[in-house]
């Protein structure tokens, strides 16, 4: 996971905030070749409206392309922010109370209203590092009173050479690069991933990044979310994620980042937002 927000905050992370697998700021503590869009096509202008900040990670407020207006908004960040620590490999979990608060911005990134979740709707860190919170306020009634939309999620499959950008709501940074290719199985110590995106060496994203969206720089839409990288070049560990192909082989890159995808979540979201992890087409893990 991409660590906490500073290395000062490692203990309070071992002291039972939960160990800080190789993502963004953690808890506080199919082959795809060719980039879709036309060299041509002009791309949209990304910048932090949407995003939130999490007191230890980074966040957006999503929509789903079924989603409507007078739905409760709904908040996406990693499994590993969970504020009641890392899910276990192979938990999932669902419906849990939840109080948390997340800084909402702007454009520029100022801060400008405090978002409250009523509930964990979907938390796991086996197969993804996903979480979903439900707010107490609808897409609406945002932006009635700040202007600001939600950020839409793609439904359909990431592709290799996209440009992106990583939006960082707690850093107020963005990170410009390309998704190098997907890796089959990213390992990083208990927990293993299927079909991770693989930045290219730009998006050199660092502790606190945890949790931001992963927008395609053509359509505006995200496409992951950001969620580890290996710092230190060692092989599976912790903080060092390890690539694992079909065959078995591990391949570890040093100083590169990783984000899971999230096209797969939409089809597990029915009228209101509400999850359905029986859904034709969800293929999300379940309980």
Excluded at 148 to 168: F, M
Excluded at 241 to 254: F, I, L, S, Y
Aim: aromatic share 6%; proline share 6%; hydrophobic share 35%.
């Amino acid at each position: 996971m991409k660590k906490p927000l500073v290395a000062a905050l490692s203990s309070l992370a071992l002291a039972g905030l939960g160990a800080t697998p190789a993502m963004a700021a953690p808890h506080t503590t199919a082959p795809h070749t060719t980039a879709p869009h036309s060299a041509k096509a002009a791309a949209v202008t990304v910048d932090f409206a949407g995003t939130v900040s999490l007191s230890n990670c980074s966040g957006s407020v999503i929509r789903f392309p079924g989603s409507a207006d007078t739905d409760p908004a709904l908040v996406l960040t990693n499994g590993h922010c969970l504020e009641t620590g890392f899910p276990a490999p192979g938990e999932v979990i669902t419906g849990q109370s939840s109080s948390r608060t997340f800084g909402l911005l702007n454009s520029a990134g100022t801060k400008v209203a405090t978002l409250r979740a009523n509930q964990v709707v979907y938390s796991t860190m086996t197969d993804t590092d996903v979480t979903i919170y439900r707010t107490t306020t609808t897409y609406a009634a945002i932006r009635s009173s700040y202007g600001i939309s939600p950020l839409t999620v793609q439904d359909t499959h990431p592709v290799a050479g996209t440009a992106i950008k990583v939006v960082s709501g707690y850093w107020k940074r963005i990170y410009s690069c390309n998704i190098d290719g997907f890796v089959y199985r990213l390992k990083e110590g208990d927990w293993t991933w299927k079909d991770s995106v693989r930045y290219t060496s730009a998006c050199n994203t660092i502790g606190g990044t945890s949790g931001s969206p992963v927008v395609d720089t053509a359509t505006g839409k995200v496409v992951a979310v950001n969620n580890t990288g290996n710092e230190d070049g060692q092989r599976c560990t912790e903080n060092n994620p390890c690539e694992v192909d079909a065959n078995g082989t591990v391949t570890v890159r040093q100083g590169i980042n990783y984000a899971e995808e999230t096209y797969n979540i939409p089809a597990c979201f029915t009228t209101g937002n509400k999850l359905n992890l029986t859904a034709a087409g969800c293929t999300l893990p379940k309980p």
